[in-house]
């Protein structure tokens, strides 16, 4: 069975209803990055931060997958697909994808502030501000801060470099190191592109289609096709 790796971003989510970080009324509109996003800040102001990221996950509970995650989910009936995905919240796994890589951390779990392998679920939306993990330690978002390393990332280009066909949705391939994994891909594998605008592609050198439409329009049309190629 063919290997189909698909690369996600906040466009996927965006059309959910969920804020995405970068529009121009997007979460950061509201709130500098500096304040909520960066180890120094946890440890300045925790009470702003985890105020940020409950905020976040009470939204979630309030929102549910769109077309274009279900459209994703579905592909795993004709191909063995993976999911890399630079959002944090766990709409692909509610739309039924199985094998899902967060990048960037997941909102729905906490981790310890002294041992990032000390990892927790949480119950409902709302960290309490003096949580602890078992080792003692505070416990803070499972969020990759600005300034912070990309812990999945030689996972997701291993992932890459294993696709047979990548699809690249909902993201501006701004967000680095994350839209370098295009890179790993190799050389002949067709890339589908799912955006309604124009991301960088410069560092695409695969054959390349780009369906413009928003993800939840665009994912459907595109599973079509694949769905087809795949009989």
């Not at 976040?56 to 795993?76: K, S």
Request: aromatic share 8%.
């Amino acid at each position: 069975m063919k290997k189909v790796v698909v690369f996600t971003g906040a466009g996927v989510s965006a059309d959910s209803g969920i804020a995405t970080f970068r529009d121009s009324d997007g979460l950061w509109a509201n709130y500098r990055i500096e304040d909520v996003c960066t180890p120094e800040a946890l440890v300045r102001n925790r009470a702003t931060v985890i105020e940020f990221y409950n905020k976040r996950r009470r939204e979630l509970f309030e929102r549910q997958p769109n077309a274009g995650h279900y459209a994703i989910a579905e592909l795993e009936r004709y191909y063995d697909v993976e999911v890399i995905t630079q959002n944090v919240d766990n709409m692909h796994e509610r739309a039924g994808s199985t094998r899902v890589t967060h990048l960037h951390g997941e909102l729905m779990k906490l981790r310890s502030s002294a041992d990032p392998d000390l990892i927790y679920p949480i119950d409902g939306w709302e960290q309490p501000l003096d949580a602890r993990a078992g080792d003692g330690s505070l416990l803070r978002p499972h969020i990759v801060f600005f300034g912070e390393a990309v812990p999945m990332f030689d996972t997701a280009a291993r992932i890459a470099a294993q696709a047979d066909t990548m699809i690249v949705v909902g993201t501006s391939l701004a967000v680095y190191p994350a839209a370098s994994l295009v890179h790993y891909v190799r050389p002949d594998i067709p890339i589908y592109l799912v955006d309604p605008g124009q991301p960088d592609t410069r560092l695409i050198r695969n054959p390349l289609t780009h369906i413009k439409a928003r993800s939840a329009e665009g994912m459907p049309r595109l599973l079509e096709l694949l769905r087809d190629e795949a009989r």
